[in-house]
């Protein structure tokens, strides 16, 4: 094992406070967020409990929420991909690094995402479907839509609430298929999923015709 | 306006539960869970607080939880459906009594799926869960699989969840499009996802050559 870090490095503010989200995300991706005590965060991250409450003095649901903010800015990372090169390989990218955090976070994200937990409230909720709103102005800036109309954004939206959904019984099931094996599944399900909307929806068609041309 | 019910007609005591709990659904059904009082379900269902108190002593929140448990078995009853005759017109007839009840029930459906209420606890989210388990194995009965594999199984799940998804856009949208073009959508949507994972599943691509075939 490596020597821990020496006991009396001063971090600064900023750094404090990141060590606590990051040992917080870290007890939230094992626990049940009402399973875990700012005793279990100073301990993790081998601080007395009363620093932990210098820093969120509103306690645990303030602790959960900041941990969520900070989950919810790396998940809208994932979504960053330069807009070369053909879309659906884009969008594979995209869904490569999104599996990565559901399967770093693994209980953590069930957590957020199925709710019913004592410490949900609407803000988090609102925090949630901030990243599900950003998910899908993503895709369609990628798309290259600018006035998507209603059949278009209901196909984005339903895709979007499916990949979460496999995500969790992804997590259920133990990680099976292969992450690979899932994000290329995920990105054939988008296909054909505009491909049906396409049948109905002329700003659709003309998507789909340009994706058969892409790349 | 027919003249109203006599005021002293006595009620058993089946029928003065489902009274008050058709009164609170109505009211669910158009304001925010918290927003509903004991006090408005008095008013509506025209009966005294304290009877309401006596029929529910644990107040709002029980009130609320039998409520939804009422409206979830009404909700399981859409599912049933004969097992006779093509299955995507089943799927469709299905959809229509399920579309026929997000539209009775509108904002509760969606203060209901949408969670993060002040009366959101792990209780209801169960309640919630287990129709959509009830969903999935309806699917699977009618589709004659009893031993469906993890493929086929996220399949069906993620289709209900994109389905739940949709309702919610569509009661945002003003009920745009019109409910008999979505119920077709969800079922060609529903057939392209299962022809998508018969690419890579064996027992799903012999369900789809049997769909093909079916009627």
Same mark, same amino acid.
Request: charged share 25%.
């Given at each position: 094992?490596?020597?821990?870090?020496?006991?009396?490095?001063?971090?600064?503010?900023?750094?404090?406070?990141?060590?606590?989200?990051?040992?917080?995300?870290?007890?939230f991706a094992h626990r049940a967020p009402?399973?875990?005590?700012?005793? @279990? %965060?100073?301990?993790?991250?081998?601080?007395?409990?009363? +620093?932990?409450? *210098?820093? &969120?003095? =509103? $306690?645990?649901?303030?602790?959960?929420?900041?941990? +969520?903010?900070?989950?919810?800015?790396? +998940?809208?990372?994932? &979504? @960053?991909?330069?807009?070369? $090169?053909?879309?659906?390989?884009?969008?594979?990218?995209?869904?490569? *690094?999104y599996l990565g955090f559901v399967d770093q976070h693994d209980a953590g994200f069930s957590a957020l995402l199925q709710g019913g937990s004592? %410490?949900?409230?609407?803000?988090?909720?609102?925090?949630?479907? $901030?990243?599900?709103? !950003?998910?899908?102005? #993503?895709?369609?800036? #990628?798309? =290259?839509?600018?006035?998507? =109309?209603?059949?278009?954004?209901?196909?984005?939206?339903?895709?979007?609430t499916a990949v979460e959904a496999a995500s969790l019984i992804w997590l259920d099931e133990d990680k099976q298929p292969p992450a690979?094996e899932l994000r @290329?599944w995920l990105?054939?399900? &988008?296909?054909?999923?505009?491909?049906?909307? !396409?049948?109905?929806?002329?700003?659709?068609?003309?998507? %789909?015709?340009? +994706?058969?041309?892409? =790349?």
């Amino acid at each position: 094992m490596p020597p821990a870090a020496p006991a009396y490095r001063r971090l600064n503010v900023e750094e404090r406070r990141s060590q606590l989200l990051e040992a917080a995300l870290t007890l939230f991706a094992h626990r049940a967020p009402e399973e875990v005590s700012l005793d @279990d %965060v100073a301990e993790a991250a081998s601080v007395s409990r009363p +620093l932990v409450y *210098r820093y &969120f003095p =509103g $306690g645990k649901q303030q602790l959960y929420e900041a941990a +969520l903010r900070s989950a919810a800015e790396e +998940l809208q990372q994932c &979504f @960053d991909e330069p807009r070369e $090169g053909p879309l659906l390989p884009r969008l594979a990218r995209a869904l490569d *690094r999104y599996l990565g955090f559901v399967d770093q976070h693994d209980a953590g994200f069930s957590a957020l995402l199925q709710g019913g937990s004592v %410490v949900e409230t609407s803000r988090t909720t609102a925090i949630v479907d $901030g990243v599900r709103r !950003a998910a899908a102005v #993503h895709i369609l800036s #990628h798309l =290259g839509v600018t006035a998507p =109309g209603p059949r278009l954004r209901m196909t984005v939206r339903m895709w979007i609430t499916a990949v979460e959904a496999a995500s969790l019984i992804w997590l259920d099931e133990d990680k099976q298929p292969p992450a690979d094996e899932l994000r @290329d599944w995920l990105v054939e399900q &988008f296909a054909a999923t505009l491909s049906v909307t !396409a049948r109905r929806d002329p700003q659709t068609a003309e998507l %789909v015709r340009a +994706l058969a041309t892409d =790349g």
